[in-house]
């Protein structure tokens, strides 16, 4: 784990989320909330992943093919990183688990030519000769970030945690060793919902809360977070509050 890994792991998380102010009224979060409970329940018996994704992902004309989907699990990590490393650039404005999410991806899906290197501090020798590979994509495919399927069933640019898994993940599994770079840890802790993002050395998370002295932003080695002090963080399948890991629909496999 890295040194600035450690550094953002000392301090313990500020859950629950709290959500910013240009985050919409969420009316339908009850009744999701229920939906989910019920479905969470029915897991041992019929398989969640289907439940929560009716609508197929491969059935849709963006949908990223494998390798698309390979650079596009590069570039997010690598833009998650460079928000732990150097900060929130001011670009991302809705600072929570969910923006940070949104914000990944929005990056993410645009070109990064030299005038976005710069913009985001990686025109570095040493970041030019890591760059994962450029993604490739239609012009569909780079809106995907604008049109983000809410729980109510209308798109747009903003998703809470919950439409982010409900409307636009599928499930993968209970069992992290299943997560994939880029893939999203779900918490239901009831009334509030907390997503983190799996990296694969480290499960990275903002905490929902921005102070003067604190980016919000936070840094976990997977170890750590198994063994959290309150267990109702800790991504295992026994865990109630764990609903699991959920992979973007978008993405291949």
């Not at 959500?19 to 041992?44: E, H, I, K, Y």
């Not at 590069?74 to 949104?102: E, M």
Request: net charge positive.
């Amino acid at each position: 784990m890295s040194n600035f890994a450690r550094r953002a792991s000392a301090a313990p998380p500020a859950f629950p989320l709290a959500t910013t102010s240009a985050s919409p009224p969420n009316a339908g979060r009850r009744l999701c909330l229920a939906r989910a409970a019920s479905l969470f329940a029915l897991a041992g018996t019929a398989p969640f992943a289907r439940a929560l994704t009716g609508t197929s992902a491969a059935a849709d004309p963006d949908a990223f093919t494998p390798q698309q989907s390979a650079a596009f699990r590069a570039w997010f990590a690598r833009i998650v990183d460079q928000q732990l490393r150097r900060g929130p650039t001011p670009r991302w404005t809705q600072r929570d688990c969910a923006g940070l999410v949104r914000f990944a991806v929005g990056e993410t899906l645009k070109p990064h030519d030299g005038k976005w290197l710069r913009a985001n501090g990686m025109s570095g020798l040493a970041d030019a000769s890591s760059m994962p590979p450029e993604l490739q994509l239609s012009a569909a495919q780079r809106s995907i970030a604008n049109r983000w399927t809410q729980l109510d069933g209308s798109t747009g640019a903003y998703a809470s945690a919950i439409a982010l898994v409900q409307r636009n993940s599928r499930f993968i599994a209970q069992d992290i060793n299943q997560a994939l770079p880029g893939d999203l840890l779900f918490f239901d802790q009831g009334d509030d919902q907390h997503l983190m993002i799996w990296l694969d050395r480290y499960i990275a998370y903002h905490t929902g809360t921005v102070t003067p002295t604190d980016t919000g932003l936070r840094a976990l080695a997977v170890s750590e977070l198994m063994q959290w002090k309150d267990s109702r963080w800790q991504p295992r399948d026994g865990n109630p509050n764990f609903v699991g890991v959920f992979r973007l629909s978008f993405l291949t496999p």
